[in-house]
């Protein structure tokens, strides 16, 4: 299955195994509990699923990889205890609590989170003298004498023999305690989470033609040449880097991500071709609809791969804006929310705090409400820049109001909501300018390649993509509309034209 089908079928599991019978006991009983196996290639997305399901269930996650583990740090250190039996004294073993427990424990008195998923990957790669004792722990959820805390469910992950020679075959005892998942990679699935996450562009109008190219692992006799997901994800953040700081992307930065020259080579001629396209096509101005007529004839005559990457171009250019758009959207929404709160403190007459007080009080509640989910791990980089806006926006609203020195809170709030009412007034000049840009780009592509497949292509990524999708449903484009509809005309048509001809050739028969 693909990476898609294990995080459901994962999912599912862990929710099974945390519901709960009227008495509030787990309804499946530990030793029953099999844990999760994920087995897949090197950089597929195991660890990525987890966080992703522990962030949607809102429980807790520890990980750690079992390759560095020895027998004592995974069950404890043996210490000497005195005991009595049958009124005589004996030395008797017993083991300090294993490093893996412990930290499950940490994590629970640091968050207050009682479950969660315990995740050990690469479980096959323990060491000899480690296999009892993983055995025992699959079954009884133990390590030593140390269980498991209570609603935490194991997770394992591993990859296969033939991507690791520190991995050992799991006899079947072992197979026999656990649910395997076998993951292999999947392009289509990778795009939607690459699409989702704002992998650049270049990587996946490359991959969308060389799709053979996402994932490749050879044994040459120079060692293992690979190319994996995570490679192409970290490769795309540090083009996004560069691309900042302007410094050059060039072959070599991609091969130390993309661990296959035959590849690295290929995207890098492809990326070279790719900037240069967005350098001589000037997007900016065909967005803002400034282009000439010498650059729409250039359009107009290129080639196929020409064409096809100036698209992308677009489609990535203006789903950029509608990205921006959409945040400020979301931080204005978030401000809304404290404002909303903050106005009702004002109103309540037992309340004797000034709007100053009320507003540091909130300011210091989110605060501590971002430092909490920090240390739970469960917060997002985007949910954490989002709670960073908020409280930059309280620390601004701090900072008029005590400059204002307004002892009445309705006069006071009025200046706040004066600010929070100029920030909506460019969200909406944000928002009506991004609507002409996409206005624009439509009449660029229709003028120079009319109702082709370029207008196919272009309506077909604004109508899949995250950003453009939710975009336009929030703030709609007649050109867009216009132009859908007419493309699903055009694919009817062509379709209607394709039975006939079908109907020909068996007439001609």
Not at 111 to 119: C, P, R, S, V
Request: hydrophobic content about 35%; overall charge negative; glycine content about 6%.
């Amino acid at each position: 299955m693909n990476i898609k089908e294990a995080k459901i079928q994962t999912e599912n599991a862990v929710k099974a195994y945390l519901l709960k019978d009227k008495y509030g006991r787990y309804k499946t009983d530990r030793v029953r509990q099999r844990p999760v196996l994920i087995i897949g290639a090197p950089g597929i997305g195991k660890t990525a699923i987890m966080e992703q399901i522990a962030a949607e269930l809102g429980i807790g996650l520890v990980s750690y990889s079992m390759t560095h583990h020895t027998r004592q740090s995974a069950i404890g250190l043996p210490y000497i205890e005195k005991r009595e039996f049958e009124g005589k004294e004996y030395s008797v073993s017993e083991y300090t609590m294993s490093e893996i427990i412990a930290s499950v424990h940490n994590y629970i008195k640091s968050t207050g989170i009682k479950e969660g998923i315990l995740f050990l990957d690469e479980i096959n790669c323990i060491s000899e003298t480690l296999s009892p004792a993983m055995l025992q722990f699959l079954q009884y959820k133990t390590f030593g004498n140390t269980p498991v805390p209570e609603g935490w469910v194991i997770v394992t992950a591993g990859n296969p023999p033939e991507f690791n020679k520190s991995v050992r075959e799991f006899d079947v005892a072992t197979l026999d305690r656990v649910k395997k998942i076998n993951v292999e990679p999947n392009y289509e699935v990778w795009r939607e989470y690459a699409v989702q996450k704002g992998v650049h562009n270049a990587i996946i109008t490359y991959l969308d033609v060389k799709k053979d190219n996402f994932y490749v692992i050879e044994t040459t006799v120079d060692g293992k040449s690979f190319v994996t997901a995570r490679g192409w994800e970290d490769l795309s953040q540090m083009i996004q880097l560069y691309e900042e700081m302007g410094t050059e992307v060039d072959e070599s930065l991609i091969e130390q991500y993309i661990q296959h020259h035959e590849t690295a080579r290929d995207f890098a001629l492809y990326y070279e071709i790719y900037s240069k396209y967005k350098t001589d096509y000037k997007v900016l101005e065909i967005l803002e609809g400034k282009y000439d007529k010498a650059l729409a004839h250039r359009a107009k005559k290129a080639g196929f791969d020409e064409r096809i990457t100036l698209i992308s171009l677009l489609a990535d250019t203006i789903n950029g804006k509608m990205k921006e758009v959409l945040w400020e959207e979301e931080c204005t929404e978030g401000v809304f929310e404290v404002l909303k709160e903050v106005k009702a403190e004002c109103g309540d007459k037992k309340n004797e705090s000034t709007l100053l007080e009320i507003l540091r009080d909130k300011e210091e509640s989110k605060k501590k409400e971002l430092e909490n989910r920090l240390i739970s791990g469960l917060l997002g980089r985007k949910d954490e820049s989002l709670m960073r806006e908020v409280i930059e926006s309280l620390d601004i609203y701090i900072e008029e109001t005590a400059k204002k020195a307004l002892s009445d809170r309705k006069k006071a709030f009025a200046a706040v909501k004066k600010l929070f009412d100029a920030r909506l007034a460019g969200l909406d000049e944000m928002s009506e300018g991004t609507v002409e840009m996409l206005d624009n780009m439509l009449d660029f592509i229709n003028e120079v390649f009319g109702q082709g497949q370029e207008m196919a292509l272009i309506i077909a990524q604004l109508t899949s993509g995250n950003y453009s999708a939710k975009f336009i449903s929030r703030y709609g484009s007649e050109k867009y509309f216009e132009n859908s509809k007419q493309m699903m005309f055009y694919e009817r048509q062509k379709d209607i034209m394709k039975q006939i001809e079908r109907l020909d050739s068996l007439e001609q028969e």
